[in-house]
């Protein structure tokens, strides 16, 4: 895999220890088709609902700002990715010394869009491969913080998907797609109220030109 057939969405609002600048996007970032979701947990995992919660939310979003693009149909499978590998993907992601590559643990399973609900310990990420319209979406263990304080887990869920459908980072910690380079982490998320965390405005403009208001799937 080339440098060109990769796009870096931008990682989750990372680790305080860990150095991140989000790398610039490259090449097309719009999905051209609805994509399709698959969401792998190792049982049980309140997770999953957070998944399912989040992609409401999204296309609750698209259908308020106009466009027709939707995130598609959620499927739900026991299975997961080698958390050693995630690490390494995020890892790789973080030193932006070069793309991940695709591996066969990601790319096996049938939907557009995976979601990787982990129990590994790494920095939570998206990343994309157009070419074989495949992106992952990580998530790091729940079992402590910063993901098992309340509120939190659900807006990085949604702030990685956010990355899957082509936003990168603002420096607005009251913003749901706050990160690196700002200050903001994940425990800004928390609160009492379960809520989202808002877009801004310039987002909400830059999904339409991602996806117009007359987007199709191809
Ligand atoms: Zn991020």
Redesign the pocket.
């Known amino acids: 895999m080339t440098r060109k057939q990769f796009i870096l969405l ?4 990372c680790a305080p220890s860990i150095g991140h600048a989000q790398a610039p996007a490259r090449g097309p970032q719009a999905w051209g088709k609805v994509p399709s979701i698959i969401v792998l947990s190792q049982g049980s995992d309140p997770r999953v609902q957070l998944v399912r919660d989040a992609v409401a939310n999204w296309n609750r979003i698209f259908s308020e700002i106009g466009t027709s693009f939707r995130l598609g149909l959620v499927t739900q499978a026991i299975g997961a990715v080698p958390a050693s590998e995630l690490g390494a993907m995020s890892a790789t992601l973080l030193s932006r010394s070069g793309p991940p590559s695709l591996s066969e643990d990601v790319r096996q399973w049938p939907g557009d869009l995976i979601v990787v609900l982990s129990d590994g310990m790494f920095v939570s990420f998206a990343a994309r491969w157009p070419d074989s319209e495949k992106a992952v979406v990580a998530i790091r263990s729940a079992q402590g913080p910063p993901l098992s304080l309340p509120n939190v887990a659900r807006n990085v869920i949604a ?1 990685e998907l956010g ?1 899957a459908i082509g936003l990168g ?1 603002n420096g607005d910690p009251t913003m749901l797609m706050c ?1 690196r380079p700002a200050a903001c982490r994940p425990d800004a998320f928390a609160s009492q109220d379960q809520r989202y965390f808002p877009l801004s405005g310039d987002e909400k403009a830059r999904i339409l030109v991602l996806y117009p208001a007359g987007w199709k799937s191809r």
């Open positions: 931008g990682l989750a609002l702030h990355h980072h990160g």
